[in-house]
């Protein structure tokens, strides 16, 4: 069970690189703050099953990367949510965050799941910014030694760039009333998004599908683009979730 005493933080994907786990188990922020519950939110690109079908984790993108939610057996009703939702929908997890040690990170794990729109995760995008900056602010004295190697600007490139996913959010771009025309520059578009986010293997999905959002192509729109370039001969699906021209 949650402890309804532990404080929910919001905060970005992007910081989950500078988490510190104590001997204690106690898991700490650079700024010195403690975490375990968060409630996060973002658009889902990958959900996973476990043996006999149920959902053993998910991806969740925000802005600023990628948070990994485990899930169990004893998950399974708030997990379902992952598969009844559908793949580049938003969604917010509210769980608690903990070192994973076979996948070797930290991982969110899940006491509730739900479907939001484009609209609510904007307004996640908002709090936590606005969180993290108050808590840069509240706690710049006490930062360890992290803060000291780049933290304090980098989260703010985080917030800067979570922020523009607001910014460029246009009204009315849903897929399903997008004309030819419209279709055709969003795929063009995407090509450009592939050739340029490139590496050998290709663009990583999460990576691929944050970039069309902030270029403000819907997640249906893009997902239907490349389906239609595969179907044309002109890019492929690599394992590992890549996305690749020939």
């Not at 939001?116 to 995008?125: A, G, H």
């Not at 917030?159 to 055709?184: C, H, P, Q, R, Y």
């Not at 986010?197 to 239907?224: R, W």
Request: proline letters at 3%; hydrophobic letters at 35%; charged letters at 25%.
């Amino acid at each position: 069970m949650m402890q309804n005493q532990d404080p929910v933080l919001r905060f970005f994907a992007g910081e989950l690189e500078f988490l510190e786990q104590e001997d204690d188990g106690l898991i700490l922020l650079p700024t010195g703050q403690p975490v375990k519950t968060v409630y996060i939110s973002g658009v889902l690109t990958e959900v996973k099953k476990g043996p006999g079908g149920y959902v053993s984790g998910a991806r969740v993108a925000d802005p600023s990367g990628v948070f990994i939610v485990k899930c169990g057996k004893d998950k399974g009703f708030c997990c379902s949510k992952f598969l009844k939702t559908g793949i580049l929908s938003y969604v917010s997890v509210l769980g608690i965050i903990a070192y994973d040690k076979k996948e070797s990170c930290f991982a969110v794990f899940p006491e509730s799941v739900n479907k939001v729109s484009k609209s609510e995760r904007n307004l996640w995008i908002l709090a936590a910014a606005d969180s993290t900056l108050k808590r840069l602010e509240e706690f710049r004295g006490t930062c360890n030694s992290l803060c000291h190697d780049g933290y304090t600007e980098k989260i703010i490139a985080v917030i800067e760039n979570a922020l523009k996913f607001v910014d460029t959010e246009k009204t009315g771009n849903d897929a399903s009333g997008l004309k030819e025309d419209d279709s055709m520059h969003d795929c063009a578009k995407i090509v450009e998004i592939i050739r340029s986010g490139s590496t050998k293997k290709g663009i990583f999905s999460d990576d691929f599908y944050l970039a069309c959002e902030l270029l403000g192509i819907s997640g249906e729109s893009a997902q239907k683009c490349v389906e239609k370039l595969v179907e044309d001969g002109e890019l492929y699906l690599p394992p590992g979730g890549y996305i690749k021209l020939i």
